[in-house]
């Protein structure tokens, strides 16, 4: 066996211990042989049972131990020394008396102190073992390092050689499931020996071996004792205590007898090693854990994974209705926003007055109007009157139904709509009374499906021919579910009123606007001018740039229901998560124990706990961002308006991230403050 790798570690300098320094500078004036490495003065111990009864375990226990004693603490069950035991390795504290580490005083130590020592000074050896079951005996043995803040490379080689050195080399990446009785026991002594192991606290570390298993145990802890390390063992086999070089028998909570033999010489190797730590304090960065908890956090959730996949679930179920949610509403509202602006974000339209029990009013707009308005108000473009209606067009012995208007040769200019081919008709057309036709993209393709040409044939509208002269480019529809643009006629306005319509008024008038910031100004102009040209105002005007403001105001709000009903999912999944995680913390009892007597700070188990609640919600958080997407894209498939931004995306997955950290903080919080002592004797 190799004395220098059981030596260990010898601790770094850091920080001293709050209030004790000038205690450990008066130390080292003195050979740390002579003072006690602890010392009990009248140590008591009660307990209160649930049923109020009240229990001493320890009467006034009074105790030296110095560095470098194999002692032997026994006694029949029940006299107290598993609970003097979980004293000395400060898993418990005293009802009252002083316990001394060193010369220092513990009593005022907080749980990050109690943890370092814990870490530094002592290494705990069970009779049950207590190995992590879902661990490599190399995971096992590494847990110490990592509370000490050793970084991946050195504890790693310093787990193996300690294995290695105990026989364990080809066994390093088995799990405790697949050892034997005695090698989850050296394993148990390597993890104590890792950090050091000045002091090593063995519970019955013989009493689940075989008598073979349990002798090489006991010559290897004695072999520890001979190289310095104080060794104390708890046994009620007073044949095991005989191989102590001390023995203190316990009954009723009391020592009555203390048996020293001669003692062999510590090594002074062990006295520096020993001064350097009751000097020192080594505190680990508080981040310097935070990697590794994510790293235990998943390697836990993969070990429960039906728990893990029905935890992600909510989560999941939560940002996918985000995702798609919010899609949906992106997509609906600039597609509103499209057709709007298709139609011009620069229009004001002038149309009849509503009467009062009259569905459609009768119009006063007459062509003159339009025309007077081009030309008398500043910072108009152009006007555009139409007449509309549906008729039923035929060409040979086709009919197709669709909507005819009747407008001026500036509509391509105004409306933005360039032909595809052909011409569009002008304003001798209009004043002549031609028959002639533009067609939208759709009753193309309806009335000539065989793509032939429809230019310079004639259709019939209401019986009346007309020529074709042009096909229009393909616009699309004119809003959520609205009707297709395309699906038009377009014939001259004089013609369409005389031959089709039989009025001598424009059922609307169009103005375009030449600059869209003075639009309120030229709005006001033209309800001035209109009401003094028709001494009444027996029309209203709609402003498409506020029905735009209008309309985008509402789709934020439909957005924002759509995502409210997202992050309801979101919360009943972060429910989950929290529920879930105190399950856990429930069943992991046992395990907290082991990770707080091998050193883990409180702040160690908060972390682990909370990454694993984040990186479940994280998790859920890209699954739900991926199945979010897939739901889009079939739902674009069928017609659904779809679009998708970075900005939910990210919310989403932030919102799922966060919903671990905030339902995850309270299970964590509950493991972190746990009792060592408790959770260790938790089955």
């Not at 035991?85 to 990050?112: E, S, W």
Request: with cysteine.
């Amino acid at each position: 066996m190799s004395t220098a790798v059981l030596d260990g570690a010898q601790p770094d300098s850091g920080r001293r211990s709050p209030g004790r320094a000038k205690q450990a500078d008066d130390n080292t004036a003195v050979d740390i042989q002579q003072i006690p490495i602890i010392e009990l003065r009248g140590i008591q111990r009660t307990f209160i049972t649930g049923g109020g009864v009240e229990v001493r375990a320890l009467r006034g226990i009074d105790l030296k131990i110095h560095v470098g004693e194999f002692v032997a603490i026994v006694g029949q069950s029940g006299s107290g020394k598993s609970t003097m035991m979980n004293i000395l390795g400060c898993l418990d504290k005293p009802t009252a008396g002083t316990y001394l580490f060193g010369g220092r005083d513990i009593r005022d130590f907080g749980p990050d102190d109690l943890a370092w020592l814990r870490r530094e000074a002592f290494g705990f050896v069970f009779q049950s073992y207590n190995l992590l079951p879902h661990s490599t005996a190399l995971e096992n043995v590494e847990i110490p390092a990592i509370y000490a803040g050793l970084n991946g490379t050195e504890r790693r080689l310093k787990a193996e050689a300690l294995l290695t050195s105990l026989g364990l080399g080809e066994r390093m990446d088995h799990r405790p499931s697949q050892l034997s009785g005695g090698q989850q026991q050296r394993v148990s002594i390597a993890r104590a020996m890792i950090n050091g192991g000045n002091i090593i606290l063995a519970d019955e570390p013989t009493g689940a071996l075989d008598s073979k298993s349990g002798v090489e145990v006991i010559n290897l802890l004695k072999s520890l004792a001979r190289q310095g390390h104080t060794v104390i063992i708890i046994t009620h086999d007073p044949k095991l205590a005989e191989h102590a070089d001390r023995i203190i028998e316990f009954s009723d909570g009391v020592v009555v007898s203390d048996r020293h033999r001669e003692r062999p010489d510590v090594p002074r190797g062990s006295n520096s090693k020993l001064r350097e730590l009751l000097m020192s304090r080594r505190a680990p960065s508080p981040l310097a854990g935070v990697g590794e908890a994510i790293r235990m956090a998943l390697s836990s959730l993969t070990a429960n994974t039906f728990r893990t996949i029905l935890t992600l679930l909510g989560i999941v179920i939560g940002v996918a209705s985000v995702v798609a949610m919010l899609a949906i509403g992106e997509g609906a509202s600039r597609e509103i926003v499209e057709r709007i602006s298709s139609i011009g974000t620069n229009m004001l339209t002038l149309q009849p007055a509503r009467v009062e029990g009259r569905r459609n009013a009768p119009s006063t707009l007459t062509f003159d109007d339009a025309d007077a308005i081009a030309e008398s108000i500043p910072n108009v473009l152009g006007t555009l009157p139409e007449i509309q209606g549906n008729y039923t067009v035929r060409f040979g012995r086709q009919d197709y139904s669709t909507t005819v208007t009747a407008n001026t040769e500036s509509m391509p200019e105004i409306r933005s709509w360039p032909l595809a081919r052909g011409v569009y008709f002008t304003r001798e057309d209009s004043e002549t009374y031609a028959s002639v036709a533009v067609l939208g993209a759709t009753v193309a393709d309806e009335m000539f499906p065989d793509g032939s040409d429809p230019l310079g044939e004639f259709i019939l509208i209401r019986n009346v021919p007309f020529q074709i002269i042009g096909v229009l480019t393909r616009k699309g529809g004119s809003g959520f579910g609205g009707s297709d643009q395309d699906d038009a006629v377009f014939v001259p306005l004089k013609t369409g009123a005389l031959r089709l319509f039989g009025t001598r008024v424009a059922r609307s008038i169009s103005v375009a606007v030449a600059d869209i910031d003075q639009i309120g100004t030229t709005e006001a102009n033209l309800l001035e001018f209109m009401t003094v040209r028709h001494g009444t105002q027996d029309f209203r005007v709609f402003n498409s740039a506020e029905l735009l403001d209008t309309v985008s105001a509402s789709q934020d709000v439909f957005t924002m229901l759509l995502g409210s009903i997202g992050a309801i999912s979101l919360l009943v999944g972060g429910i989950g998560v929290m529920n879930i995680m105190l399950v856990s913390v429930t069943e992991r009892t046992r395990e907290i124990g082991i990770r707080m007597a091998t050193g883990a700070r409180q702040f160690d188990i908060l972390s682990q706990f909370l990454s694993e609640a984040i990186v479940v919600s994280a998790l859920g958080g890209i699954l739900g961002v991926a199945i979010g997407v897939g739901i889009g894209l079939v739902l674009e498939r069928v017609g659904a308006p779809i679009a998708f931004t970075s900005g939910p995306m990210v919310l989403a997955f932030c919102c799922a991230a966060g919903t671990g950290l905030v339902f995850g903080f309270m299970p964590a919080r509950k493991a972190a403050r746990m009792d060592p002592v408790v959770a260790l004797a938790n089955e």
